[in-house]
């Protein structure tokens, strides 16, 4: 998950960056106001923090301009201000939740974890899609209730599919999930990851595929539909008795097998 942190002393704003990247979070800072109202307006995050004093702008009106251009990103206000009506009118200018300092580490990864959860249509911590259960507080997989052991970077692929199922994600949001803009390698490592984790989740669910791919334009996750005949560019086969030697290969299937292969040479 990717987290904007527009907070003008620096101290905060370091601790809250260390903190949420310890917890697997891709964070961005930025300690002007109009910065931030650029920042959030031009790129896609999952949680906005917001302090509201601020040198240039307070906080109030960068939240009024974002929800007045139509950025629905969810805020949570984090200030020094802890008056009911500073809380009260934060919340009904469209934050989505309010937290004062000095605050409590675990109560703000709570909130912060709460929130997206919620922006993304999801009441609870746990996603059960078909026989896949993620825990996104634990950050653990269990496939047909088994634990499954995914590397950090395949786990935190599928935790995005998760929040985002039945949306197409393109490989630069990956990128920006996984690295967030720092160092960004080429698109391909996302084929190689997404191509070891489809691996893992079919050899452990009796070869069902939950990724599909869309071609041009990226990934979705999805409950695999019975008797379907072709997911993900794969071909069903219907195979004779004594031959269980699947022999159809679609071009999809073989684009796919090349591309990766080129990924793993580089």
């Known amino acids: ?30 300690a002007v106001g109009e910065d931030g109202l650029d920042i959030a307006r031009h790129y ?10 601020l040198p240039d ?12 251009v139509q950025v ?21 200018i469209g934050a989505d939740d309010y ?12 909130r912060v974890r709460a929130i997206i959860r919620r922006s993304k ?22 496939a047909d209730a088994k ?27 990956f990128l920006n999930h996984l690295y967030g803009g720092m160092e960004e390698p080429e698109f391909k490592i ?17 070869g069902e595929n939950y990724i599909e791919t869309v071609w041009g334009r990226g990934y979705v996750l999805r409950e695999p539909k019975k008797d379907d005949p072709l997911v993900d560019g794969y071909q069903s086969p219907k195979v004779s008795k004594g031959n269980n030697t699947p022999k159809i290969k679609t071009d999809a299937m073989e684009k796919e097998s090349i591309e990766v292969k080129k990924a793993y040479q580089a």
């Open 1 to 30: 998950m990717r987290v904007l942190v527009i907070e003008d002393d620096q101290g905060t704003a370091k601790a809250l960056q260390m903190m949420l990247q310890s917890e697997g979070f891709v964070c961005d800072t930025t």
């Open 44 to 53: 896609e995050y999952d949680l906005i923090i917001l302090d509201l004093m």
């Open 57 to 68: 702008i307070d906080g109030y009106e960068i939240l009024r301009r974002l929800r007045a």
């Open 72 to 92: 629905t990103t969810p805020v949570l206000i984090l200030s020094g201000l802890s008056d009911i009506d500073d809380k009260i009118k934060g919340l009904g």
């Open 99 to 110: 937290l004062t300092k000095p605050f409590n580490k675990d109560e703000l990864l709570a």
């Open 121 to 142: 249509g999801h009441s609870n911590s746990v996603i059960t899609i078909g026989r896949i259960r993620i825990d996104l507080n634990a950050k653990t997989v269990e």
């Open 147 to 173: 634990l499954l052991r995914l590397t950090g970077r395949e786990y935190a692929i599928l935790e995005l599919l998760a929040i985002r199922k039945g949306a197409t994600l393109s490989k630069e949001i």
């Open 190 to 206: 996302i084929d190689v990851f997404v191509c070891k984790l489809r691996k893992k989740l079919a050899d452990a669910l009796s």
